[in-house]
């Protein structure tokens, strides 16, 4: 069966700093692997995903995300914070060899202060 | 752009009492998902529908639960008698191909709360 951890319910970075939010899955297939944003009052955007090719994956506001298949992690990284990063973010793995549907995890809430 | 809308916003309801909501998925989508998420928990997976049928589901949705596409735009989530625990934020999502292969859209949500 398939799932996802995101270590760290809260993460708090200075504006302009490294944003490291971390996924790990297990999947007993290759998965896709995806993260999606949501700011408050909102639904969920996807930020970006992997599914083949390359393992750096560049997403939306400067983020990107690295597969790294010997680590089972997809962790993901915006060099430098900006306010409007505050978000809760989350990892969801879906199975590419069947079914439908995505698994998330719990979420990770970001804050940037200034 | 296009977007997966999702009515009501925030519903509050009696125990016992059925609930629908609603969602207007994109309209040149073919598959439709509800999710729920749990205060402080995670988005949680409840059934997918493609050909005007259940595709998948978790053993969340029980017999509680059901969904129906009536018209051309229109999916919705029914939940036959709530219970306290039925308190979450629904989301509606919707894409071309399937999860695990293109990008889920999400709606807003619908916060239910069950009292």
């Known amino acids: 069966a398939q799932s996802v951890t995101q270590l760290g319910s809260h993460v708090s970075v200075s504006e302009g700093a490294l944003v490291l939010l971390r996924c790990n899955y297990s999947?007993?297939?290759?998965?896709?692997l995806f993260w999606y944003v949501q700011y408050p009052n909102q639904g969920l955007q996807l930020l970006l995903k992997?599914?083949?090719?390359?393992?750096l994956v560049e997403g939306i506001n400067g983020f990107e995300a690295e597969f790294k298949k010997s680590e089972t992690s997809f962790h993901l990284t915006k060099p430098s914070a900006h306010m409007s990063d505050a978000a809760e973010y989350f990892c969801?793995?879906?199975?590419?060899?069947?079914?439908?549907?995505?698994?998330f995890g719990k979420g990770t809430t970001l804050s940037v202060s200034s | 752009e296009p977007e997966v809308t999702q009515t009501p916003s925030h519903q509050v309801t009696q125990m016992g009492q059925e609930v629908i909501l609603r969602c207007v998925p994109i309209?040149?989508?073919?598959?439709f998902y509800w999710y729920r998420q749990i205060l402080g928990q995670k988005v949680e997976f409840l059934v997918s529908?493609?050909?005007?049928?259940?595709?998948?589901k978790s053993e969340i949705f029980d017999d509680q639960f059901s969904v129906e596409r009536p018209d051309g735009s229109n999916f919705t989530l029914k939940i036959r008698s709530t219970k306290l625990e039925d308190s979450a934020m629904y989301f509606c999502?919707?894409?071309?191909?399937?999860?695990?292969?293109?990008?889920?859209?999400f709606g807003e949500g619908s916060r239910l709360t069950v009292l």
């Open positions: 969801a793995v879906s199975d590419r060899g069947a079914g439908t549907a995505l698994i």
């Open positions: 999947s007993s297939v290759p998965p896709y």
């Open positions: 992997y599914t083949t090719g390359a393992t």
């Open positions: 309209s040149n989508h073919l598959y």
């Open positions: 529908f493609y050909n005007n049928e259940i595709s998948e």
């Open positions: 999502a919707s894409n071309r191909q399937g999860a695990n292969t293109g990008e889920l859209f």
